[in-house]
């Protein structure tokens, strides 16, 4: 009845609302729907076989006549402006899907745990249905892509967004709650023991997608049900070319002392998997003559050497090195780091080697485990870290550093990008020669059509300004915000709801 009352509560109207009896055998369920149908509040379609939920999904849409569908479960609320809100950008004939914010009614009736979304995220929905409620579809693109298919039972609309998405329409978020997902022992809400079939289906849905999309990967499920990775494949090996600015710093890391670029050269050496690299070393004229020999040694033939005698400019340095490397794809790397998973290069490769992937970067983390980095967040007018200082284990925003995700940017700390992409925005801008040159050139990207994504499926340690001064001047602020005020003012995949405080996610002392 909830369910009911509250689509017709709607501020808008009037609403057409299909329900299908999907051969109900409860008695009261049929009298509440004979009476909403004998009021005409409802479309009642009674069918005298069980379907399933998607033969009866796509029995409501063969009866929908309205050119917007939005999908409700039986059991879930609308806000009272859903319907309006949703339905309007379907004004704008390119736009082809619109999916809001939600929230859960928990088992004694209250809403809790608001889920503030982001913005379009095309990566983050092949690792998570992140869109999911409430989705409204222009119904003839649902009939074009054939509807919901069968045998994807529990993952129908995951399967179906993917399907819609892919036709390079107009996606809108609307950042605003207007759905009330209710736990019940049924639903998946409940625990990762509920409903098993829906998580093979999504990943049949995800393998589908990848073979129609032609990314060439492997659909990986995380240790979370219903979370997954697409782990891209790699046919070949071509050279990666390592940028490292230094001058040989020492530094103290779990109490021991080391030579900063040594230990990120060796741990890349003895623990990266990818067979095809170069070291472009950018060093400062006071870099120790035993610490050139210790790298040389290290790289075995593989180091090109650079030499910067002039005042600290890590855009210029950078861009130097890039000016000599030899390899199709330029990793810009600081020398605080180190190297945790093998594969981090494959990661790397795998994101920008896409044709509409601008800079790709991985979750980097502190001497503690703690989080260093996981994608840039411009909040108030100012850039930050998303999630900076956090467990990566943190569940917030429904386990968003798992994730792979679209970002408005990612560190040059670990930055990867295809050599001809650096080239096409300019490369590093001298405007930013000691802080800001990653924020800056991340904003370039998009400008252009780029996407940046940050991955989860590797990490490397940042052992964050051992080896430099981390001060930032404010005329260097003031300069980017001269360049960027708009986009600096909103994130994009940072929702509204969670304000400008940099305190990522924050959880709402009260909700509603």
Known sequence: MECLESVRAQSVGPVEH???????????????????????????????????????????????????????????????????????PFADPAVDYVYSDEDVIGPDGLRVDPFYKPDWSPERLRNQMYTCHLSAFRRSVVEEVGGFREGFDGSQDWDLVLRVTERGGEVVHVPEVLYHWRVVPTSVLAGDHVKPYAYEAARRALEDHVVRTGIDADVVEQDRRGYFHLRRRHRAHPLVSIVIPTKGSHGTVWGIDRIMVVEAVRSIIERSTWPALEFVIVFDQATPAEVVEEVEELAGGRMVPVWWDRPFDFAEISNLGASVARGEYLVFLNDDVEVIDGDWIEVLVGFVREPDVGAAGLRLLFEDGRVQHAGHVLLGGSPGHLMFGQSPDSDKNRLALSIDRETSGVTAACLAIRRSVFAEVGGFSPLFPNNYNDV?????????????????????????????????????????????????????????????????????????
Not at 19 to 24: A, G, L, N
Not at 440 to 455: A, Q
């Open 18 to 88: 299909v329900v299908v009896d999907d051969c109900s055998t409860s008695p009261a369920v049929r009298s509440v729907l004979d009476d909403s149908a004998r009021h005409g509040h409802i479309r009642l379609v009674r069918l005298t076989n069980n379907l399933g939920i998607v033969g009866a999904s796509n029995v409501a849409l063969q009866a929908a006549t309205a050119e917007v569908v939005a999908l409700l479960d039986h059991d879930d609320r609308l806000h009272p402006r859903a319907v309006e809100l949703v339905t309007s």
């Open 440 to 512: 800056d050139l991340c904003l370039k990207l998009r400008s252009v059509g780029y996407r940046n994504i940050v991955s989860a499926q590797a990490s490397l340690h940042h052992f964050e300004s051992t080896s430099r001064d981390p001060t930032v001047a404010p005329a260097e602020l003031q300069r980017l915000r001269g360049r960027w005020l708009v986009e600096l003012g909103a994130d994009p995949y940072y929702n509204p709801s969670y304000g400008s405080s940099f305190d990522n996610f924050p959880s709402p002392l009260r909700y509603p």
